[in-house]
């Protein structure tokens, strides 16, 4: 479940719902070399038919403007099917050079019937605490 109190980025695509919520993880983090967040992602399917999640494409910016594209299958090792009304989370991490940054996407879908689509997954944030969002 997305906390309350955090900032929620959203983006629907065909009736697929991508929702972000980012942290920094400062335990994990190594300023001023590395800087880490975690970014929890639910994704419901709004729509009447199942969609599989097939893969991911990540454009990852750091705040030096170096950008870094990351493709593969599914998201933390599944491809899961996701039903009607159903939601699926998951969280995973992210390191830059920057303290701060930004992230955007696709997931590419399959729907029930054989069609295929790509969902966006919103542009977000990688902020240290207290600074200003640079996204949405």
């Keep these: 479940m997305i906390p309350d109190a955090a900032p929620v980025y959203s983006a629907e695509t065909n ?11 400062p335990h994990q983090s190594q300023p001023p070399r590395q800087y880490v967040w975690a970014y929890m992602v639910e994704i419901e399917n709004a729509s009447a038919r199942p969609m599989q999640l097939l893969s991911r494409r990540w454009i990852i910016t750091d705040g030096q403007g170096r950008i ?5 299958p599914g998201v933390v090792g599944e491809q899961p099917v996701i039903g009607p009304g159903e939601v699926y989370q998951y969280t995973s991490g992210c390191p830059l ?15 029930e019937d054989g069609g295929f689509f790509d969902a966006a997954i919103p542009a977000f944030s990688l902020d240290l605490p207290g600074r200003i969002r640079t996204v949405n």
């Design 97 to 111: 050079p920057t303290p701060t940054g930004s992230m955007v996407g696709t997931y590419r879908m399959r729907i």
């Design 15 to 25: 009736g697929l719902i991508v929702r972000v919520v980012v942290s920094y993880v």
């Design 68 to 72: 870094e594209e990351v493709e593969g």
